[in-house]
C-alpha cells in the first residue's frame, strides 16, 4: 500500500472510530452523571484531573518513542528500532515506579486538604486517588506497544480497540444506573479494568505480529545513549504538554477553589465534549505523523513540511466542520443530551472547541519540529505563554471577572502560540510563511465563512424539535462542497477523483 492509500486508509479508519466513540462517550456522560449526581460526578473530575496531570506523560513517552522509531524506519535502521522500542520499555517502567514512590504519600494531603471536596465524600474520594494512580501505571504501561502500532501505522488495529473501550465505558455507565453501592468508588474500580483490558490487546497484538517487540532485556540492548536519547525527548515534549495541561486541568483546580464541585462538573463535561471532538483530529494525526517522521529521517525537509502543512489544513478542516453546528446548537444539544445541564457549561464547551481550532491551524508545525528533534527552544518558547495563564486567570477571578473573561484568557494564549509557531519554524526550517498562509490558512476562510452563514440561517428560521440533527445536516453538505471547490487544491481533488474511479 502507498503512503497516501495509507494514509486515506488510516483517516477513513480514525474518523469512522471518532465517530462512534463520540456518540458512545456522549451517551455515556449523561447516564453516568445521572448516576453519580452532579456532586460525584465533579469530585471524580477533580481527582482524576489531578492524577491525570502525570499522565500527560504517558502522551509525550507515545510521541516520542513513536517518533524515534518512525525516523529510524524511514532511515532504514532496523536493528536501531529494536534498540529503541526495548529501552523505551525499560524507560516506562522506571517512570512508573517513580510515580507512584511520589504520588502514593501525598494521597491524603491532596485530597484531604488541598483539594475542595465536601466531608462525607473524603473517603471515597481517596480511594478514587489510588485507584487513578493504578489507572495510571496501565496508561504508560500500554504506551510503548501503542507507538509501535503508530508508526508501523496500523492505525486500523487502534480504531477497533478504542471502539471496544466506548462499548465497554457505555455498558459500564448503564449498569451503574441499576446498582446499589457506592456508585463513586464502583465506576473508578471498573475503569480501571477496563484499561488493563485495552493493555492486554495491545501488549499480545504487538508480541505476536511484530519481531521488534519480542525483546530480551540483556546486556548488549541496554543503551545509555539511546535511553539519554529517549528521556531528553520526552522529557521536553511532557514539559510542553504539561504546560497544556495547565490550561485544562489547572483551569479546573482554579474553577475547584473559587466556584466548588459544580462549577467543575461543568467543566468536566465541557472537557468530555472537547475530548470527544479531538479525537477526530486525532485521526488525521495519527495517520500523518508517521510519514512526517520518515520524511524527515529520510532527509527529505521539502515533503516534510508539505505533510506538516497538509495535516494544518486538513485537520482545522475536520474541526471546523464539527465544532461550528455544536456551537451555535450547544444550547439544544446540551438539554437533549444532560437530564440536568450544570451552570456555565455552554460557555467552556465553546470556548474550548474555539481554542482547540486555533491550536489546529499551525499543529502540523508542532509534528514536523517534532521530526527535527530539536524541541528545547520550541517548548520552552511555546509552553510559556500557557504557564502564565494560570496565575492571569486566577487573578482576573478574584478581581471579579466571570467565566466568561476566563475562557477568553483560555482562547487568547491558545492563538498566541498557535501564531508563534510560523517565525519560529521560518527561522528553524526556512518555512515560508507567505505560502504557508496562503495555502493551509487562507482555504480555510471561505469554509468558517460558509459554515457560520448556514448555521445562522438554520437556527434563524427553523424552530422544532430536533432542530439541531437539520442543523448538522444541512451544515455538513455545504461544508463538504466548501471543502472541496476551497479547501482542497486542484491536485487534492484530482487524486481523490482518480482513487473514487480506481475503486
Known amino acids: 500500500m ?25 451517551y455515556s456522560t449523561r447516564l453516568i452523571l445521572e448516576a453519580l449526581n452532579i456532586s460525584d460526578y465533579g469530585v471524580y473530575s477533580v481527582v482524576a484531573g489531578v492524577v491525570g ?38 524507560v516506562h517502567v522506571i517512570i512508573c515506579a517513580i510515580f507512584c514512590a511520589i504520588l502514593i504519600p501525598i494521597g491524603n494531603y491532596v485530597v484531604g486538604s488541598f483539594l475542595n471536596i465536601a466531608a462525607d465524600r473524603v473517603n471515597a474520594a481517596l480511594a478514587v486517588y489510588y485507584v487513578t494512580i493504578l489507572m495510571l501505571v496501565m496508561t504508560i504501561g500500554s504506551t510503548p506497544f501503542k507507538a509501535l502500532l503508530i508508526a508501523h501505522e496500523n492505525i486500523v488495529y487502534i480504531s477497533v480497540v478504542e471502539v471496544v473501550d466506548g462499548v465497554l465505558k457505555l455498558i459500564l455507565a448503564i449498569v451503574l444506573m441499576y446498582l446499589d453501592v457506592d456508585k463513586l468508588i464502583f465506576y473508578s474500580l471498573m475503569m480501571l479494568v477496563i484499561l488493563s483490558l485495552n493493555f492486554m490487546a495491545y501488549f ?24 539519554g536519547q529517549i528521556v531528553g525527548f520526552a522529557g521536553w515534549t511532557t514539559f510542553g504538554m504539561l504546560a497544556g495541561l495547565s490550561q485544562t486541568q489547572g483551569t479546573a483546580i482554579i474553577l475547584n477553589k473559587v466556584f466548588g464541585t459544580i462549577m467543575n462538573a461543568s467543566f468536566g463535561i465541557a ?21 512526517i517522521m520518515k520524511a524527515e529521517g529520510q532527509g527529505d525537509r521539502q515533503e ?31 438539554a437533549f443530551w444532560l ?21 489546529q491551524t499551525t499543529l502540523g508545525l508542532h ?3 517534532q521530526a527535527m528533534g530539536k524541541i528545547k527552544v520550541y517548548t520552552l ?41 510560523l517565525p519560529y519554524m521560518h527561522y528553524s526550517t526556512k518555512l515560508n510563511v507567505g505560502n504557508y498562509i496562503s495555502k493551509v490558512i487562507m482555504p480555510l476562510i471561505p469554509l468558517c465563512i460558509i459554515e457560520c452563514i448556514v448555521c445562522h440561517f438554520m437556527t434563524s428560521i427553523l424552530q422544532c424539535p430536533f432542530r439541531f440533527l437539520i442543523t448538522g445536516i444541512v451544515s455538513l453538505m455545504a461544508s463538504c462542497i466548501a471543502i472541496w471547490f476551497f479547501t482542497f487544491t486542484k491536485s487534492e481533488r484530482n487524486y481523490f477523483v482518480k482513487l473514487i474511479k480506481r475503486k
Open 2 to 26: 502507498d503512503a497516501n492509500k495509507r494514509i486515506i486508509t488510516n483517516t477513513i479508519a480514525q474518523y469512522t472510530k471518532s465517530i462512534i466513540n463520540i456518540c458512545l462517550s456522549l
Open 53 to 90: 496531570m502525570f499522565g500527560y506523560l504517558a502522551n509525550s513517552l507515545v510521541v516520542t518513542t513513536q517518533r524515534y522509531i518512525s525516523y529510524y524506519y524511514g532511515a532504514g535502521d532496523k536493528e536501531y528500532v529494536k534498540k529503541i522500542f526495548a529501552n523505551s520499555v525499560l
Open 204 to 227: 499480545g497484538y504487538c508480541k505476536i505480529k511484530y519481531e521488534e517487540s519480542r525483546i530480551a532485556f540483556k546486556r548488549n540492548i541496554i543503551d545509555k545513549q539511546c535511553m
Open 271 to 291: 472537557s468530555q465534549v472537547n475530548g470527544a471532538i479531538r479525537f477526530v483530529s486525532t485521526s488525521i494525526l495519527n495517520a500523518m505523523n508517521p510519514q
Open 304 to 334: 516534510m513540511l508539505s505533510l506538516a502543512g497538509k495535516e494544518s489544513k486538513f485537520s482545522t478542516a475536520l474541526m471546523i466542520l464539527i465544532s461550528i453546528p455544536l456551537m451555535y446548537e450547544m444550547p439544544s444539544i446540551l
Open 339 to 359: 437530564k440536568t445541564v450544570p451552570p456555565n457549561t455552554e460557555v467552556f464547551c465553546r470556548a474550548l472547541m474555539i481554542a482547540f481550532i486555533c491550536d
Open 367 to 369: 509534528a514536523a519540529n
Open 381 to 421: 518558547a511555546t509552553t510559556l505563554p500557557k504557564i502564565m495563564l494560570i496565575p492571569i486567570m486566577w487573578f482576573a477571578l478574584k478581581l471579579g471577572g466571570s467565566v466568561d473573561v476566563a475562557m477568553a484568557c483560555y482562547i487568547a494564549i491558545e492563538l498566541l502560540v498557535a501564531i508563534f509557531r
